[in-house]
């Protein structure tokens, strides 16, 4: 199954008080990034070059995501067991 990922504005997850991304990115608050479903964030969804932005196995990173962001894959998009 693909990565889901979800658009945000640049300025929502800097909100993180942890936030750290690569210097002479050029990007401002109001660009659109994606936050994927193993919590990193791209610049791109395309997957064959997605220019990665964020990369952090933080447990506070992943409580800020599904508290503060409300971030889970739909349901309907939710792998299915058999």
Do not use: H, K, N
């Not at 979800?6 to 608050?29: I, Q, S, V």
């Not at 932005?53 to 992943?62: E, M």
């Amino acid at each position: 199954m693909s990565p889901y990922s979800r658009a945000y504005r640049l300025g929502e997850l800097r909100a993180f008080d942890g936030w750290a991304e690569p210097a002479g990115t050029g990007l401002t608050d109001d660009d659109v990034v994606y936050l994927r479903d193993d919590l990193t964030v791209v610049r791109t969804s395309v997957l064959t070059d997605p220019q990665l932005i964020w990369d952090s196995a933080d447990p506070r990173w992943q409580d800020f995501c599904i508290t503060r962001l409300r971030f889970d894959r739909p349901a309907d998009l939710r792998p299915t067991r058999d």
